[in-house]
Nanobody, 117 residues
Framework: QVQLVESGGGLVQPGGSLRLSCAAS????????MAWYRQAPGQTRELIGT???????SYADSVKGRFTISRDNAKTTVYLQMNSLKPEDTAVYYC???????????WGKGTLVTVSS
């Protein structure tokens, strides 16, 4: 059974930084595409970016240059480094694993990030 657990959320001031982690279990993590999404109150879930098994990344324009996704296959963990945070980055952040064989998606339960002074 695939399980994803996000951590690292919290309250941060505008301009600050946070690093989120997503620990995966029960999957062939090293061959899976991982992604980070976020959902602000009253908004639809938004794709932030993805990282391939070979660590190629892509990002939404809204976070490009501020957010960085990385992965540690040995620790089966994906990270989201968020810098220069803005109030509009406030959201619940989710990670997603796409099974490389079936194409099925698995989601974590999310971690809340609040950017406020």
């Amino acid at each position: 059974q695939v399980q994803l657990v996000e951590s690292g959320g919290g309250l941060v001031q505008p301009g600050g930084s946070l690093r989120l982690s997503c620990a995966a279990s029960g999957s062939d993590f090293g061959r899976s595409i991982m992604a980070w999404y976020r959902q602000a109150p009253g908004q639809t879930r938004e794709l932030i970016g993805t990282i391939t098994p070979g660590s190629s990344t892509s990002y939404a324009d809204s976070v490009k240059g501020r957010f960085t996704i990385s992965r540690d296959n040995a620790k089966t963990t994906v990270y989201l480094q968020m810098n220069s945070l803005k109030p509009e980055d406030t959201a619940v952040y989710y990670c997603k694993l796409q099974n490389f064989l079936t194409g099925l998606d698995y989601w974590g339960k999310g971690t809340l990030v609040t950017v406020s002074s």
